[in-house]
T-cell receptor
């Protein structure tokens, strides 16, 4: 399953399928990007990050892809499990003297057994 | 367990009450943050402390008053809040502030203002 842009804040996938969560970031000068997962009743939890000098980074069952040309970031989750059900946030870290994290709205991922 | 704890986890208060939220980090970090999380809105950064000094205040109303007595503890003092202040208040910490830092979050305090 895949969501497109910020117009579909909810993504529903079958257990075992791959999930793709997309994020469009705003600042072409941003040089660091992070994905967070927030489960119900918990704070956001770091999943994976990527710096702007890379276009792909892999973790355990997760892959982040960065396309600086179109300012697009995606999180791929392989073999999605019920425990992956959560809201996923992307955040960009702006470069320069006044660095700050800019957060996306979040995408809710629901995994159907 | 992220190493960042927050108390209380839930809080209901009237508009005339005074209450405080507490955050403690056990990660040896130097920067701490307060965020407000409301439904259908991006996380809103409220305050940043770096080495106990406030470095950012993002136009937060004065009814929210932060306090950072040391690098491990952060408070948010609340007084005469409004119902629209009801939200999840998240504390986070990072090794430093100003670079490409990963922030680690506590579980949040769910605040309801009546």
């Amino acid at each position: 399953g895949e969501n497109v842009g910020l117009h579909l804040p909810t993504l529903s996938v079958q257990e075992g399928d791959n999930s793709i969560i997309n994020c469009a970031y705003s600042n072409s000068a941003s040089d660091y990007f992070i994905w967070y997962k927030q489960e119900s009743g918990k704070g956001p939890q770091f999943i994976i990050d990527i710096r702007s000098n890379m276009d792909k980074r892999q973790g355990q069952r997760v892959t982040v892809l960065l396309n600086k040309t179109v300012k697009h970031l995606s999180l791929q989750i392989a073999a999605t499990q019920p425990g992956d059900s959560a809201v996923y946030f992307c955040a960009e870290n702006t470069a320069g003297n006044n660095r700050k994290l800019i957060w996306g709205l979040g995408t809710s991922l629901a995994v159907n057994p | 367990e992220t190493g960042v704890t927050q108390t209380p986890r839930h809080l209901v208060m009237g508009m005339t009450n005074k209450k405080s939220l507490k955050c403690e980090q056990h990660l040896g970090h130097n920067a701490m943050y307060w965020y407000k999380q409301s439904a259908k809105k991006p996380l809103e950064l409220m305050f940043v402390y770096n080495f106990k000094e406030q470095t950012e205040n993002n136009s937060v109303p004065s009814r929210f008053s932060p306090e950072c007595p040391n690098s491990s503890h952060l408070f948010l003092h609340l007084h005469t809040l409004q119902p629209e202040d009801s939200a999840l208040y998240l504390c986070a910490s990072s090794q430093g502030h100003g670079g490409a830092e990963t922030q680690y979050f506590g579980p949040g305090t769910r605040l309801l203002v009546l």
